[in-house]
Each structure stands twice: as structure tokens, then as C-alpha cells.
């Protein structure tokens, strides 16, 4: 079944499809209508969960940790402050080994107060061991909300997974959405069942004090879970492909096959700078993208793959690691230090300043005009 | 010999439940009064319970990975979440359609009065299924004793040092939560373990948020030695220091009235933090400590089942 869809709609329709148990979530703009339209999808008893309307985004997702411990499916969305005051928890939800699946939606951080497009929120996340990604349109949404539950779910993985959408570009903009059809959804996704879950039946003490004799180990064995991540997403992709017609990957390469330049982004700017790739191409300029869809588990070999032909590479970020340089940026270049590609780092659109097709074709210009610089601000304006 | 013994115990008359849920073995220091608390809970409760416990002694005194001492499954959570990570426990087994399992948050003074007021808001305003307990043990014990907002006039901590000792009464937890029109509201003391007991199993039986507010010393925080933590527990109530009532649907209910109150300074003597305290100073806790009595007694006077005004409906 298609139909026109925000992005909101798409992450909130993507949790009905998953048939989520316990929903917690507190509002905040951007993201306010996921949880307006899922209160009203379980009021409507279309789908049967329990939504625990919090007094906070830090009550939410303690709420949905407590609840996926018992074995429950849960779901939660917020952006930007709710994002940051979750931060312990977290932390807690990854160490937890709880697969919870939260939307969040990609808004600056204040001051001053900004409900626009950056990803500076997500990104300060990135330490905590949640599987990370950022969404182009509002398909890949739906699409990957249900995906992140079987791929967090899976036996070899068992962390929460956060999936970014811009404020406003995807949040608030309606396109087209296949919600494809609930038997077909159900051969997909199956029932969540873990292993391991607070049972009366077989008591268990979780997170308790542990030693430097065992803290260690456990450390690794998030990490590993992180790179097991990379071939799960992989075969996810794929059998979704095999069922719905679409096929994911944690990258998506857009006319790189003979590109002399490739831009890398993520988000709805990879969006825009497909359009700008058709449009420079026109004009004799080869070029093309990389999407980058996981942010962890960082994609590296696909990232060397996939940037192997290029002469050149720019990275547009619409995130700061201040004092440092674009958070991706430093991905990239980590990624490519065998190799001897020039690298371009640029600023773009934070506190949902827009990011233009012209606005790429300049980023493409400095890059075969100039030399390689590790950051670039595009249109920064009075600042003296 | 053995059938003496059995000839007693055939005489004795259990006033509590027999089973030991709980196991030797944990972590606590000598004389804790939070753990003979939880072996009483536990025994109330029977083994179909979950409990959240945040930071706080608890979170030590179960032990360290692999062990518990428990024996029902605990879930540590962060010091300031024990009402939301009970929430979602009680949401995720309703959802699993888990009817018979008692979800309990198990926290200490600082995670409820401090920390985790907000949490515990939320959840008794949504009446979320639990019971709430708070053992109040006046400090920050976990990390060392520092104030926490339960500490009481004239204590002693690391962070209210003798020269500074703590300034105010400490907050009235109960009419906090009495403010949030939750099904259940009681005082309860390790000292007195039927009544703790029995309004535990009287809780379990009641829907949404129950909350009970524990009286647990702690020897190594109040400086009193591991065996007067009894005593001194029972004195807190004997003094009125620490009054035992419940509040059903609203309708207030002393559960022991003491006729003959003991002085306060009994209860100081007793330990090391108050130790400083000049006669003043102890006259001035006797007033906070009458006049908090009076209140509670007029509460009950105009909001007890004998009232003509009593709020239940
Ligand atoms: C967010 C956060 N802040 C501070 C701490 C440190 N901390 C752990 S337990 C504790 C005090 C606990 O006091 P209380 O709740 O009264 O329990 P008690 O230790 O007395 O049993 C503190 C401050 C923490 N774990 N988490
Ligand atoms: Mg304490």
C-alpha cells in the first residue's frame, strides 16, 4: 500500500509494521508528530502496545529499557535536547545488550534555540554503542526502522539502534511511502524472543558491579557485536530487497564507477548532491556520491571500495567536531590513511542553513581548484 | 535435645512468612538496615517479584557480577531512574500479558527524594503497576555519606561537617506522594516487621503506583555500633521521630500510636552524628519532631475513616 508521508508518519508507521509492545516517548519538535500519531494508532487499538506517556525523554528511554529487559519490543523518537538529556541512559541501553529502536530526529543544539537540520546531535552520540544511521528519503525511513529491528535483534548483534532523519528536509516533508503489506512484513519480521530477559522463572542480578576481571571483556564483546553489525546489515539488506524490491547496504554508491571526484555524504544532503552529480555530469565534470548510511558500525571497506577510483574526495558534513573538523570527514580520512587521495573537508547547512545543488557545484570547483584542505566552511558570512 | 527443639518450634506462633528468599552472602556492612530489609520484603512478596534498583548501597550490597543474592532478578539501573525503569518493567510484562509478577523499585533516599523525584512523579502521576520503596537511611551512604534532602536537622555528614552541620528538617516524602492521589501511602520500620510486612502484602494486592517510605539505619553513616540498629530503629518510632501511618485511597491512618513518647535525646545519644548537638539544638529537633507529630494527627483527625469529611469516594 503506498501513500504520501512525512517522515515523521514514515518512523511512526515503521514501528506500527514492527508491532512494538511498549512505546515511550515525550515530545519535542521536530519530532512531536511521531508521537501524536502513534498515540492515536494505539488508541485506535490498530496496533497493541503500551505507550507510556513520560515526564521526559530521560524517563522514555529508562522506560523502554526496563520494558525490552522483560522481553518486550519497544520504540522511542525524540531530537536534539531529548537526545542529550538521554545521554547516560544511552550508554546504559548498549551496555544493556537491549535492542530498543529510536528514531531521532537531526535538530541543532541550543543555544541559541534552533528546531533546524544538524547532526551535531546524533554524532555526539557516537561513543555510546548504538548502531548509527542517517536516512535520504522518507522510504529508507520506513524502511529501516523495520530492518533495525531484526538487525538489533539478531543473536550476533543485540545492540539499540538509532535512525537520524533531518529536521524538516524529511521530518516535516511529505513523498510517497510503499508501506508494502502486513503478511509480507510478518514473513520478514518475526516474533522478538531473547534469550536472555528478566524472567520470575530464572532470576537474574543485570548490570551489577563488576570487576576490572570482567568489565573489560564485555567492552570487546560490544565491539565485536558492532562488526558482526556489518555483515547483518548486509544479509537484512538484502532479504529485505528479496521481499519488498528494495536492497540496502551500509553505503550506497551514486555513479562512482568512473568518477574522478566523489563527494561523500549522508542524510538528505547526499540527496542533493546526487542531483548536482546529474547536473555537473551534463556539463562534462565526472563525478559522483557516496552515501554513507551507517555511521556505526562504520562501513570501512566498503568506504576503501567504494573510494578507490576516485582522484579526488570531498566529505560535506552538516556536523562540527570543534577544534577538530567534520565528524565524517574524520572518518574518511582515518579510512583512506593508507591511501594517497587528496581529502576535502566541508561545513555545511548546520542549524538548517540550506545546502543547494550551486552550493555542491562550488564544493566541487574548490576541489579541482584547490588544494586539499581538511576544513572548508561553505558560506560563512559576517565574521569579523 | 533435637525434640525439644522441635517441641519449641511447634510452639512458636510465626508471625512472619518462613521462607528466606533472600541469601546469605551479600555485600553489606554489619548491622545495614536496608538489608533486613529486603529479607522481610522479599519474604512478603513471595519469588514472583522483579526489582529495579538504581545506584545506591543496594546496587553493591546484592554483589558483584556474577552473584546475587537476591534470588529474584534484579535489574540495576541508574541512580535516578528506579520509578521509570520499574515503569517499563511493569509496561513490558503487562504487555507480554505477565499479570502475576509484582514489579518493585527498591531505592535509597537520594534516588528518591533527590534524583529521582521526577521519575517517581511521573510514574505515581501515570500510576504505573508498582511498589515503591524507599529505605531511608538519611545520606548518601553508597558514596560516603554525604546530605542527601532526607538528612535530618542537626546531622552530621561528610558534607554537612560538624561546624556546618545539616540546617532543616528533612522532606516530607509521604505528603509528596500523598499529593499525587496514589492508591497507597505508608511509613514502615525495619523495628517493627509485621506491620512492614503486612502493608507490603497489602500493597501487592492494590493496582498502580504504592508507595512506602522504609526506616533503615545505617551504622556505618549514623556512627552507632552494628548491634543498636534495632534499637535505635524502634526508638525513631518510640520518640515519634519517625511516626508509622499509611494513607489508603486518602483516608490517613496512624498505624502505632506510641502513649508514652520517649525524649529525642534518646534516639541522639545513640549515634555518632548527633554527638555535637547542645541542648538547644536538641530542644528545637523535640519541637520539629512534636509539631510533624501534631500535623500528622490532625491529618488523620480530618482525613481518617472516623472523619466526616474522610475524602474517599
Ligand atoms: C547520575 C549519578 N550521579 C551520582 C552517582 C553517584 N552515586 C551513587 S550512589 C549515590 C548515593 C546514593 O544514596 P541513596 O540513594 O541515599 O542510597 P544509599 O547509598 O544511602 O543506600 C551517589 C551520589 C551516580 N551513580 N549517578
Ligand atoms: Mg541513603
Known amino acids: 500500500m503506498k501513500k504520501v508521508l512525512t517522515g515523521n508518519f514514515a518512523a511512526a508507521y515503521g514501528a506500527t509494521a514492527a508491532k512494538v509492545n511498549v512505546i515511550s516517548a515525550y515530545p519535542i519538535t521536530p519530532q512531536t508528530t511521531i508521537v501524536e500519531i502513534l498515540s492515536e494508532i494505539v488508541a485506535d487499538g490498530e496496533l497493541n502496545a503500551e505507550f507510556v506517556k513520560v515526564e521526559s525523554e530521560h524517563s522514555a528511554l529508562a522506560c523502554c529499557i526496563g520494558a525490552q529487559a522483560t522481553g518486550a519490543r519497544t520504540f522511542t523518537a525524540t531530537s536534539s535536547q531529548g537526545l542529550a538529556l538521554m545521554h547516560e541512559l544511552i550508554h546504559w541501553a548498549a551496555r544493556a545488550r537491549l535492542p530498543i529502536i529510536m528514531v531521532n530526529v537531526n535538530r541543532a543544539m541550543a543555544p541559541g534555540w534552533s528546531i533546524w537540520a544538524d547532526a551535531t546531535d546524533s554524532i555526539s552520540q557516537r561513543d555510546t554503542g548504538w548502531i548509527q544511521m542517517y536516512c535520504e528519503n522518507n522510504q529508507e525511513v520506513f524502511d529501516t526502522v523495520l530492518m533495525s529491528y531484526k538487525i538489533s535483534e539478531s543473536e550476533s548483534v543485540m545492540l539499540p539502534a538509532l535512525i537520524n532523519l533531518d529536521a524538516f528536509f524529511l521530518s516535516h516533508t511529505s513523498q510517497v511511502v510503499d508501506l508494502y503489506n502486513e503478511a509480507r512484513i510478518d514473513q520478514f519480521l518475526s516474533k522478538y524472543d531473547p534469550k536472555i530477559k528478566l524472567d520470575v522463572d530464572d532470576p537474574h542480578a543485570f548490570g551489577a558491579l563488576t570487576s576490572p576481571e570482567h568489565y573489560y571483556e564485555f567492552s570487546y564483546k560490544m565491539h565485536e557485536a558492532q562488526i558482526n553489525a556489518i555483515r547483518v546489515i548486509k544479509e537484512v539488506g538484502q532479504e529485505f530487497g528479496k521481499i519488498f524490491g528494495r536492497t540496502y547496504d551500509l553505503t550506497e554508491s551514486y555513479r562512482c564507477d568512473d568518477a574522478e571526484l566523489i563527494l561523500v555524504s549522508y542524510g538528505t544532503i547526499a540527496g542533493t548532491a546526487k542531483e548536482a552529480v546529474d547536473q555537473m555530469r551534463n556539463s562534462g565534470i565526472v563525478v559522483g556520491v557516496l552515501k554513507i548510511r551507517y555511521f556505526r558500525p562504520f562501513p570501512t571497506e566498503d568506504v576503501i571500495k567504494a573510494l578507490h577510483p576516485a582522484k579526488k574526495v570531498g566529505v560535506i558534513d552538516r556536523a562540527v567536531s570543534y577544534g577538530q573538523s567534520g565528524p565524517f570527514f574524520n572518518e574518511i580520512r582515518s579510512t583512506l590513511y593508507h591511501e594517497s587521495t587528496p581529502l576535502y573537508g566541508f561545513i555545511a547547512g548546520l542549524g538548517g542553513r540550506d545546502v543547494s545543488t550551486h552550493d555542491i557545484e562550488n564544493m566541487v570547483d574548490i576541489m579541482q581548484n584547490d588544494p586539499a584542505q581538511d576544513l572548508i566552511w561553505i558560506g560563512v558570512k559576517n565574521v569579523d | ?313
Open chain 2, 1 to 313: 535435645m533435637s525434640t525439644e527443639v522441635k517441641a519449641k518450634k511447634r510452639s512458636i506462633k510465626l508471625t512472619l512468612p518462613e521462607d528466606e528468599i533472600m541469601c546469605p552472602g551479600h555485600l553489606a556492612c554489619q548491622g545495614c538496615g536496608a538489608t533486613i530489609a529486603m529479607r522481610y520484603a522479599l519474604k512478603a512478596l513471595g519469588p514472583k517479584t522483579i526489582t529495579a534498583i538504581p545506584a545506591c548501597c543496594w546496587a553493591v550490597i546484592d554483589g558483584p557480577f556474577p552473584y546475587s543474592a537476591a534470588s529474584i532478578p534484579v535489574y540495576h539501573c541508574a541512580f535516578e531512574t528506579a520509578a521509570s525503569t520499574a515503569s517499563g518493567i511493569s509496561h513490558g510484562l503487562s504487555s507480554l500479558g505477565k499479570t502475576d509478577v509484582t514489579t518493585l523499585a527498591w531505592a535509597g533516599d537520594g534516588g528518591t527524594f533527590d534524583i529521582g523525584i521526577q521519575a517517581l512523579s511521573g510514574a505515581a502521576e501515570r500510576g504505573d503497576n508498582m511498589i515503591y520503596v524507599v529505605y531511608d537511611n538519611e545520606a548518601y551512604m553508597n558514596t560516603g555519606i554525604q546530605r542527601s534532602s532526607s538528612t535530618p536537622h542537626g546531622a552530621w555528614t561528610t558534607t554537612t561537617p560538624v561546624k556546618h552541620y545539616k540546617k532543616g528538617p528533612k522532606k516530607n516524602i509521604m505528603e509528596i506522594m500523598v499529593a499525587h492521589h496514589i492508591p497507597y501511602c505508608a511509613t514502615a520500620n525495619i523495628a517493627f516487621p509485621e506491620d512492614f510486612v503486612k502493608k507490603l502484602q497489602k500493597a501487592k494486592t492494590m493496582k498502580g503506583m504504592k508507595f512506602i517510605h522504609l526506616y533503615a539505619p545505617c551504622p556505618t553513616g549514623w556512627k552507632h555500633p552494628p548491634r543498636n540498629t534495632v534499637k535505635i530503629a524502634r526508638l525513631a518510632t518510640e520518640t515519634n521521630v519517625f511516626p508509622i501511618y499509611e494513607v489508603e485511597n486518602g483516608v490517613y491512618k496512624i498505624n502505632k500510636r506510641i502513649k508514652t513518647p520517649k525524649p529525642v535525646s534518646e534516639y541522639l545519644k545513640l549515634q555518632g552524628r548527633f554527638r555535637h548537638l547542645t541542648a538547644d539544638v536538641i530542644d528545637f529537633i523535640q519541637q520539629g519532631v512534636n509539631d510533624r507529630l501534631t500535623r500528622i494527627e490532625k491529618l488523620e483527625q480530618a482525613f481518617g475513616a472516623n472523619s466526616q469529611d474522610s475524602p474517599t469516594s
